[in-house]
Nanobody, 123 residues
Framework: QVHVVESGGGLVQAGGSLRLSCAAS????????MGWYRQATGKQRELVAD???????NYADSVKGRFTISRDNAKNTVYLQMDSLRPGDAAVYYC?????????????????WGQGTQVTVSS
């Protein structure tokens, strides 16, 4: 019911910047939280940052001070500005959307993921 589309990955030199975008569309009651996860080769998927619809943000310690997450609620879009990139930031980045859906008298929660976008950082 929620379609998630990411964009903005690519190749960048260490110290450079990239901006990821993610737009959610479809049928939902609300989107309390949107965020970004990443998965490097041979590693588990990990939270990078997320943001609530009231603007409360949460960051992994490894990206604090370098990455900035923001959100446009009117467009159901979340952004991740990545500065001072390091080789260790290289991974596939996935957008995560936590949504609620109204069905009769009940509200249900759902989690949706994008297809992933590759970020490569050369040293």
């Amino acid at each position: 019911q929620v379609h998630v589309v990411e964009s903005g990955g690519g190749l960048v030199q260490a110290g450079g910047s990239l901006r990821l975008s993610c737009a959610a569309s479809g049928s939902f009651f609300s989107i309390p939280t949107m965020g970004w996860y990443r998965q490097a080769t041979g590693k588990q998927r990990e939270l990078v940052a997320d943001i609530t619809n009231s603007g409360i943000t949460n960051y992994a310690d490894s990206v604090k001070g370098r990455f900035t997450i923001s959100r446009d609620n009117a467009k159901n879009t979340v952004y991740l500005q990545m500065d001072s990139l390091r080789p260790g930031d290289a991974a596939v980045y996935y957008c995560h959307v936590h949504s609620t859906h109204y069905s009769g008298l009940a509200i249900h929660r759902a989690d949706s993921w994008g297809q992933g976008t590759q970020v490569t950082v050369s040293s």
